[in-house]
């Protein structure tokens, strides 16, 4: 998973409650996004990060914030997380000489109940 | 219109036989673009990137561009059970973002 790792890898919590997920990379490249896989909906963007402190919204940010203190490390946070929210969440990343193509983590299976 | 659109399938193949998915997109600015591949339960999986109109080839696997037509295509050929999973077109928009069509499952029949 070229370098990646995101924790944690599930998790179950209550509507309502705050949540943050981790994605961690050792490749020290610039960009870094979070996206959620939904059936029928595919692979949404919800932020990305362009360098540290720098992030931008996704198609689907509404509930949803990021945090980038460090190169290395990506925090998606919920802050009251919903039954909407269940879904899986994938960390990427990429780097400008690689010509933007992302390398995914492993995924977090989160479900709201 | 969806911005990316490809055949949901599932798409049935006999083992040995060829492949073909297709994906088209919305978006004329798109300048690259990528083919993941997913297994159920696991992470996208880069396989192939394109830049230019024409054909790349990368071992059993073909992408084909056309930017005119907003097409891009990929082929397996030789194809193996271990090809069954869902194939997921990426075109690059602005910023870096890709975006990602529904994806195409993919059975390959022994």
Not at chain 1, 5 to 28: D, F, I, M, W
Not at chain 1, 39 to 61: A, C, N, Q
Not at chain 2, 29 to 49: A, N, T, V
Request: aromatic share 10%; proline share 5%.
């Amino acid at each position: 998973d070229a370098g990646i790792t995101q924790s944690p890898r599930h998790k179950v919590t209550e509507t309502g409650t705050p949540v943050t997920l981790r994605c961690h990379q050792t490749e020290n490249h610039r960009y870094m996004y979070w996206y959620r896989q939904d059936p029928g909906h595919g692979l949404r963007l919800i932020h990305y990060s362009y360098g540290v402190k720098d992030t931008d919204k996704g198609e689907v940010s509404d509930g949803y914030s990021v945090s980038r203190s460090k190169t290395e490390d990506f925090l998606l946070t919920l802050e009251s997380a919903t039954s909407s929210q269940t879904s899986v969440y994938f960390c990427a990343i990429s780097a400008p000489g690689l010509s933007y193509e992302q390398y995914f983590g492993p995924g977090t299976r989160l479900t709201v109940t | 219109q969806k911005e990316v659109e490809q055949n949901s399938g599932p798409l049935s193949v006999p083992e040995g036989a060829i492949a073909s998915l297709n994906c088209t997109y919305s978006d004329r600015g798109s300048q690259s673009f990528f083919w993941y591949r997913q297994y159920s339960g696991k992470s996208p999986e880069l396989i192939m990137s394109i830049y230019s109109n024409g054909d790349k080839e990368d071992g059993r696997f073909t992408a084909q561009l056309n930017k005119a037509s907003q097409y891009v295509s990929l082929l397996i050929r030789d194809s193996q059970p271990s090809d069954s999973a869902t194939y997921l077109c990426a075109p690059v928009q602005g910023a870096q973002k890709l975006v990602f069509g529904q994806g195409t499952r993919l059975t390959i029949n022994p």
